[in-house]
């Protein structure tokens, strides 16, 4: 029975590498005219040659050996890489609809099932994009305006950290669950209190897929979905994960539903729920249950991880350079005094944008997005793509763009200012991508780190434990955060 067992497997894999071997072939006899690459090996194509460490680095020697459009196989999937501002851009910008589809990876294929917005294709995605920037961008949402809800956090976030009277204290639970409150109440309605188990919970299952997502045999599963889905893994976690998420939404969809009160939109799920009611064809085809429950989904994730990260790099760095966060807190002091921070304060204070600005670029914390995916046959600088060619915009190599930055590597703020002091935006600023798929909660985000970044430095000054270094390396996963470490909040002002 067991010899029986392993000459089966064996077979299998034998049938498996032919087959391989044949499409392999098949694709690389089928288009010449594709961006050029290194050549592929049978099954793995060119995974052996990246440093999982730090991939961008082996992109870094790719770009410089077959220039700013190059192409990689992992396993039997082909992508093309867009390296350094000007191809992102002559890409995202100048051929803004040819690439804007999203590429079909297995993990989030089985997860997102093309609904919601940011795994989601053709006309759903349109539509859904459309609403989900409408509402965010409605700050009269409900009673409360976006800016309400931040401040009203900003509020709660200092009073946890005063709580600590200054002693190191690991901040990672506290700001995630400030931003996911911020996004839980534009969805929901209402915020948690701190070391609430619903929002820990929540946070708990986000945080993990995001860890799992970077890791190796979730590429090992996006690359052959159909062998692996049968093994033991991370993967099994991340649908696990997801499927808890979802019955959460599902559950407050439905309560709320219950309670619908038309004439009054409370929240983001009240908004979609009312477009359900609507008696045209988009309500029946767009506005129903499951794009309701992956969009909610897309946005908490999404909103979640991605502003708490900066924030967390932008802390450390002020405790890592102490000069630039007295700079800071004198704009603070000058334009804002003891007075509520708010957006309309920015445009007066170049330097605490220029260091906000510079805080993301450092911090580069999505190194390679989601693919994109071509979406109609097409030539891209003398090379033909075809329909559904996946392609990987490396914002790292614009963020670090030799070209457009003087001291990339450095945390150096002056990259947005000029010799006057004024700020000044710089065409490789890409944190948020470019072109259609652009990320859609840009303003909110923008909104978030100004807020609770300037609420903080008027109120804290940020340090290192008495006798600690500084460690601002990064922990590269699919996100590049900072280390686990502690911060000292210690109150300027007594009140
Ligand atoms: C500092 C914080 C943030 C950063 C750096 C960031 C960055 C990004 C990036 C790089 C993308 C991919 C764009 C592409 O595929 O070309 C993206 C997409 C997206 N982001 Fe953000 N994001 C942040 C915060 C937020 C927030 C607060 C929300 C909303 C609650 C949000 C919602 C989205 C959505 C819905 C997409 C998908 C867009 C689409 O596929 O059309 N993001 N974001």
Redesign the pocket.
């Known amino acids: 029975m067991f010899t029986l067992g392993i000459i089966t497997i064996l077979l299998l894999i034998i049938i498996f590498l032919l087959l391989n071997k044949v499409f392999y072939d098949q694709k690389q006899n089928k288009n010449k005219n594709f961006p050029p690459g290194p050549n592929c090996l049978p099954i793995i194509g060119n995974m052996h040659l990246f440093d999982i460490k730090d991939p961008s680095k082996t992109f870094t020697q790719l770009s410089n050996k077959f220039g700013p459009v190059f192409s990689v196989q992992f396993g039997m999937q082909k992508v093309v890489v867009l390296y350094g501002c000007d191809a992102i851009k002559d890409a995202?910008v100048n051929h803004a609809e040819e690439f804007s589809g999203?590429a079909d990876i297995p993990i989030f294929k089985e997860t997102a099932k093309g609904y919601g917005?940011?795994?989601?294709h053709g006309e759903n995605?349109k539509v859904m994009?459309r609403f989900?920037i409408s509402k965010?961008r409605d700050f009269g949402m409900g009673k409360k305006s976006l800016e309400d809800r931040i401040i009203e956090e900003c509020d709660s976030l200092v009073q946890i950290f005063k709580s600590y009277g200054g002693k190191p204290v690991e901040n990672t639970t506290i700001i995630n669950t400030a931003v996911a409150n911020v996004?839980v109440s534009?969805l929901l309605g209402y915020r948690y209190d701190y070391g609430d188990p619903t929002i820990l919970k929540l946070m708990n299952l986000v945080n993990e897929n995001f860890k799992l997502l970077g890791s190796p045999m979730i590429m090992l599963y996006n690359t052959y979905p159909y062998i692996v889905r049968w093994l033991p893994g991370g993967h099994r976690t991340v649908f696990k994960n997801n499927e808890e998420l979802n019955n959460f939404i599902r559950e407050t969809f439905t309560r709320q539903k219950s309670q619908l009160d038309v004439n009054h939109q409370g929240n983001f799920i009240d908004a979609f729920l009312i477009k359900q009611l609507e008696n045209n064809p988009d309500s029946e085809l767009y506005f129903h249950n499951d794009n309701l429950m992956t969009l909610v989904s897309?946005?908490?994730v999404?909103?979640?991880e991605?502003?708490s990260?900066?924030l967390r790099w932008g802390f450390l760095l002020m405790m890592k350079y102490p000069e630039i966060q007295k700079n800071v807190q004198k704009e603070i002091e000058q334009v804002i005094g003891l007075r509520q921070p708010q957006i309309e304060h920015r445009k007066q204070m170049p330097y605490t944008d220029a260091v906000i600005h510079e805080i993301?670029r450092f911090g580069n914390?999505?190194p390679a997005?989601?693919p994109?995916a071509t979406t109609q046959d097409m030539m891209f600088r003398g090379y033909f793509l075809p329909k559904g060619t996946h392609v990987l915009?490396l914002?790292t190599s614009a963020l670090r763009d030799k070209k457009y930055f003087e001291k990339p590597d450095e945390f150096y703020p002056q990259h947005f200012l000029n010799s006057h002091g004024h700020f000044v935006e710089n065409d490789a600023f890409l944190?948020?991508?470019?072109?259609?798929?652009?990320?859609?909660?840009?303003n909110?985000?923008k909104a978030?780190?100004f807020l609770f970044f300037t609420r903080l430095l008027q109120t804290f000054t940020l340090q290192a434990p008495p006798g600690t270094e500084v460690d601002i390396t990064p922990v590269v996963g699919f996100t590049n955060a900072p280390k686990i470490h502690k911060m000292c909040a210690v109150p300027r002002h007594n009140d």
């Open positions: 995202f999203r917005v940011v795994f989601a995605w994009r989900t965010l996004i534009i897309n946005l908490f999404a909103g979640m991605t502003t990260t900066t993301q914390i999505i997005i989601v994109h915009p914002l944190p948020f991508s470019a072109g259609k798929r652009r990320c859609a909660g840009e909110l985000a978030e780190l």
